[in-house]
C-alpha cells in the first residue's frame, strides 16, 4: 500500500513536529509514505463562510494532487471530514479519482485501527493526559462515541493511548464538548469561542491532567492560546507527538509488531 500524506495548512505552518510525528508513526508501522508535492489547503476555511465558487478550484486542485494514491492519512479530523462529507458538492457521481479518495481518505487512528488492524502501541508515556474529543472526528466522521447519539462505537484516538505502559487517562465532566473553535466562528464570535475555549481547559485541568491530547490540532492551537496567555497549568499535544514519543522508548517492541502486523 502507498499511502499520501496530507499535512493540513496550519500544521504545515505552525505546527511542523506534528506532521514529522505523523510521518514518523506511519513508517514505524511499515507504510510506505509518499508526500505529494504542490499540496494545498482542502478549502474548509472558504466552505464554511458559504464562498462556494472560491472552494471549488481548491477541491479540485486537491484530488488531482492525490489521485492515483491507494490511500490518503491526515492528522486532522476536520480537514478527512471536509473531502469525505462536503467535496461531493464540488465533483459529480462520474469523477472516479474523487469516489476513490472520497472512500480512501482517513483520519490517522482510523487509518491505524482500521485499515492497519492495530490496536496497541508498545512504548511509555509517563504522564497523566486527558483527552479532547473534536467535533469533526466525533460527529462527522464517527471516530467514538457522543452524547448526542446512542450508537455505541470504538474511540480510536483512546484505544491507542490505553494501549501506552505508564499512562493515565484522567476522566473529564464533559467528554464531548466543542471547544469553542470552529474556524471561522473564533473570530466571528470572539468572546463565545474564548468562553468556550477557558472552560473546556478548565475542565481539563480540573481532572488532574498534565497533558491534553487530540487528534486535531485546529482545537489544540485555540486552547493552547488561551493557556498561554492565562498562564494555565497544561500543555497540549497532537496524538501522534504522543504515539511518537512512546515509539522512540521501544522501537523493538514496535518492531515487532509492524513484522506481526505484515505477516496477517
Known amino acids: 500500500m502507498t499511502v499520501a500524506l496530507f499535512i493540513p495548512c496550519y500544521i504545515d505552518q505552525f505546527y511542523p513536529d506534528v506532521a514529522i510525528a505523523t510521518l514518523t508513526v506511519l513508517e514505524r508501522l511499515g507504510v510506505q509514505v509518499e508526500y505529494?508535492?504542490?499540496q494545498t489547503c482542502c478549502g474548509q476555511p472558504m466552505a464554511n463562510t458559504g464562498c462556494d465558487s472560491d472552494t471549488a478550484p481548491v477541491a479540485k486542485q486537491w484530488v488531482k494532487r492525490f489521485?492515483?494514491?491507494d490511500a490518503v492519512v491526515c492528522p486532522s479530523?476536520?480537514?478527512?471530514?471536509?473531502?469525505r462529507n462536503h467535496y461531493s458538492d464540488y465533483f459529480g457521481p462520474e469523477d472516479t479519482d474523487f469516489q476513490h479518495l472520497r472512500d480512501n481518505t482517513f483520519e490517522l487512528c482510523e487509518f491505524i485501527v482500521d485499515q492497519l488492524g492495530v490496536?496497541?502501541?508498545?512504548?511509555?508515556f509517563d504522564r497523566p493526559v486527558s483527552i479532547h474529543s473534536s467535533c469533526?472526528?466525533?460527529?462527522?466522521?464517527?471516530l467514538g462515541a457522543?452524547?448526542?447519539n446512542m450508537t455505541p462505537r470504538e474511540d480510536k484516538l483512546r484505544m491507542l493511548l490505553e494501549s501506552l505502559?505508564?499512562?493515565e487517562i484522567k476522566p473529564i465532566t464533559r467528554v464531548d464538548e466543542c471547544c469553542g473553535f470552529g474556524g471561522t466562528f473564533a473570530v466571528a464570535e470572539r468572546e463565545t469561542s474564548v468562553a468556550m475555549g477557558v472552560d473546556r481547559v478548565t475542565d481539563h485541568i480540573s481532572s488532574g491532567s498534565e497533558v491534553m491530547v487530540a487528534g486535531d490540532m485546529s482545537c489544540l492551537m485555540h486552547m493552547s492560546g488561551?493557556?498561554?496567555r492565562r498562564n494555565m497549568p497544561m500543555s497540549v499535544k497532537h496524538v501522534a507527538e504522543v504515539l511518537n514519543e512512546a515509539i522512540q522508548s521501544d522501537s523493538s517492541g514496535l518492531d515487532r509488531s509492524s513484522s506481526a502486523m505484515a505477516n496477517q
Open 165 to 167: 505502559e505508564g499512562i
Open 77 to 83: 479530523g476536520s480537514c478527512v471530514s471536509m473531502i
Open 36 to 38: 505529494p508535492a504542490g
Open 136 to 142: 469533526h472526528g466525533l460527529r462527522e466522521l464517527r
Open 146 to 148: 457522543c452524547s448526542e
Open 67 to 69: 489521485a492515483g494514491y
Open 226 to 228: 488561551l493557556i498561554r
Open 119 to 124: 490496536r496497541s502501541i508498545p512504548g511509555r
